[in-house]
T-cell receptor, first 115, second 112 residues
Framework: EAGVTQFPSHSVIEKGQTVTLRCDPI?????LYWYRRVMGKEIKFLLH????????ESGMPNNRFLAERTGGTYSTLKVQPAELEDSGVYFC?????????????FGPGTRLTVL | LAKTTQPISMDSYEGQEVNITCSHN???????ITWYQQFPSQGPRFIIQ???TKVTNEVASLFIPADRKSSTLSLPRVSLSDTAVYYC?????????????FGTGTKLQVIP
């Protein structure tokens, strides 16, 4: 069974540009999460989808970040316009039922560098 | 959200048993304790999860005392490939759904 995949693995862009990150969850997983680690700090929660709906987006830093999950399958996270402080590693995770005892499976992450 | 506290780093020799303790004093009744392992340039990988007492799987054991305010991850006979960061997380049911908060993790260095 394929795990969570993320594309691209690395992205280098200039300040002010737009970048779109993609996450493909494990097939059949209704729950999809985005996290990020910036500048060697702790991994922080961004948002949680249940199917195509945003269940919790309390961690989204500002309105430059837009997450979508059309059709309840893969998800994209767009940063527009990118700022220097957006540099970091963006992780995606998926889980089956999303309950407290469930297991989140993480992707390898996308390393974003904003110059 | 329940905050976790664990040692920043630990060193161990190959072949030894390693115990990493995590405190989570404000854990709630419906919360679960989960441990993840992370290697450089990879995403966190699930190791083990428990609610109370002891849980064991093929890679680790998890000990949780009755008050559940702490937990100990036990790695038997570590090898160099166990060098990684280990995260203790409390999985909370937020609005019916799971929410986890990552702490600093414990960087385990296995020495030959």
């Amino acid at each position: 069974e394929a795990g969570v995949t993320q594309f691209p693995s690395h992205s280098v862009i200039e300040k002010g540009q737009t970048v779109t990150l993609r996450c493909d969850p494990i097939s059949g997983h209704d729950n999809l999460y985005w996290y990020r680690r910036v500048m060697g700090k702790e991994i922080k929660f961004l948002l949680h989808f249940v199917k195509e709906s945003k269940q919790d987006e309390s961690g989204m830093p500002n309105n430059r970040f837009l997450a979508e999950r059309t059709g309840g399958t893969y998800s994209t996270l767009k940063v527009q316009p990118a700022e220097l402080e957006d540099s970091g590693v963006y992780f995606c995770a998926s889980s089956q039922d999303g309950l407290a005892a469930d297991t989140q499976y993480f992707g390898p992450g996308t390393r974003l560098t904003v110059l | 959200l329940a905050k976790t506290t664990q040692p920043i780093s630990m060193d161990s020799y190959e072949g030894q048993e390693v115990n990493i303790t995590c405190s989570h004093n404000n854990i709630a009744t419906n919360d679960y304790i989960t441990w993840y392992q992370q290697f450089p340039s990879q995403g966190p990988r699930f190791i083990i999860q428990g609610y109370k007492t002891k849980v064991t799987n093929e890679v680790a054991s998890l000990f949780i005392p009755a008050d559940r305010k702490s937990s100990t991850l036990s790695l038997p006979r570590v090898s160099l490939s166990d060098t990684a960061v280990y995260y203790c997380l409390v999985a909370e049911g937020s609005g019916g759904y799971q929410k986890v908060t990552f702490g600093t993790g414990t960087k385990l260095q296995v020495i030959p």
